[in-house]
């Protein structure tokens, strides 16, 4: 018996047979947009290594959530960076600090959106860990726990939805969840960075939240990227202790881990972190033409898509936006 020969190519004939067949579609209700606000007014300074990304004073941060809020996007994650640093990071959990100002006037501006509040101390520690160090400079987990516990509660009283701590100690996940309980923030919700690696691609970053480690790494609390099975006792962890989404961070020389993570866990929401590092590569290849800008953005964050992730967060949501058309 003589078998149809086996084609492949029809599926791709026409360009409204492959948008027909195509697996995967970027939404605009994808992408979650990274914002980092500071002290002063009428401040929009570029970020040097992440063209087209500032730091802004707060009156120009509620600007720029109406702005993307217009073009669709749906959901902002905002970064604080205090005019005074200390060895705890205390600006992390003031009430009158930089980010719990930012988070109420984001939330009030813009009422519908998705208010996501980043909660480390990276960008509020004089030495630029991400909590409480001891004489050794070790970084200490419980008390930085202790800290979290005040930072989510005061995030959540802003009006933040969503809690993201990004510290990678163990338990935090916990820790938040009791507190917004016991201050009656029931339903707000957690983020987990559950999995998190100790990255070079979160370089343009600490330029833009001002939150590169004084001394030393972030070797002894973020994960090695040698490591891909370790990301399921993460998530599991997270997920006992109360997350609402789990997030890969990097995404793109992650794949495997969020394709991993999803097969696993596919009842979770999960999000990946289009990291700084990520972007400006992207950025500075363009700038000397030698990439397509446009056409590299939309294949990376469809990989990313591919790969497992329900949500992005991304320095690119504004120009996906523009080409989704709202
Ligand atoms: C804070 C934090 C970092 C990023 C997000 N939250 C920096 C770090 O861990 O050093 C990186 C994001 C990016 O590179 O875009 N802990």
Request: net charge negative; glycine share 6%.
């Amino acid at each position: 018996m003589k078998f149809p020969e086996t084609r492949a190519r029809r599926l791709r004939k026409t360009e409204n047979i492959r948008d027909m067949v195509a697996q995967t579609h970027l939404n605009i209700s994808d992408f979650v947009y990274p914002i980092f606000v500071r002290e002063g007014k009428n401040v929009k300074n570029p970020i040097d290594s992440m063209p087209g990304i500032y730091q802004l004073s707060i009156d120009e941060a509620v600007k720029e959530v109406k702005e993307a809020y217009l073009l669709g996007i749906k959901s902002v994650i905002l970064f604080g960076i205090p005019n005074v640093k200390d060895e705890l990071g205390t600006q992390a959990y003031d009430e009158n600090g930089i980010i719990a100002k930012a988070i109420y006037e984001v939330k009030s501006a813009v009422p519908e959106l998705v208010v996501v509040a980043d909660a480390c101390f990276c960008e509020y520690t004089s030495h630029g860990h991400c909590g409480v160090l001891n004489k050794e400079g070790e970084l200490l987990n419980d008390p930085t726990l202790d800290m979290l516990k005040k930072e989510a509660y005061v995030y959540a009283k802003m009006g933040a939805d969503i809690i993201a701590p990004s510290g990678m100690m163990d338990g935090m996940v916990k820790v938040i969840r009791e507190s917004l309980d016991e201050n009656g923030f029931y339903n707000t919700a957690i983020m987990s960075y559950s999995v998190k690696y100790s990255s070079s691609f979160y370089g343009p970053f600490r330029d833009a939240a001002e939150s590169a480690p004084a001394f030393g790494d972030r070797k002894s609390y973020q994960m090695d990227y040698r490591n891909a099975d370790e990301a399921i006792k993460e998530c599991m962890l997270d997920i006992e202790e109360g997350a609402d989404y789990l997030m890969v961070k990097p995404a793109l020389s992650y794949l495997d881990v969020i394709r991993n993570v999803k097969e696993r866990f596919e009842y979770m929401p999960l999000a990946a972190y289009n990291v700084s590092g990520e972007y400006s590569m992207v950025k500075a290849a363009a700038k000397r033409g030698w990439v397509d800008e446009k056409q590299i953005m939309i294949e990376m964050l469809t990989s990313i898509k591919r790969a497992g992730a329900d949500i992005i967060i991304t320095y690119f949501a504004k120009d996906m936006a523009k080409i989704l058309g709202g």
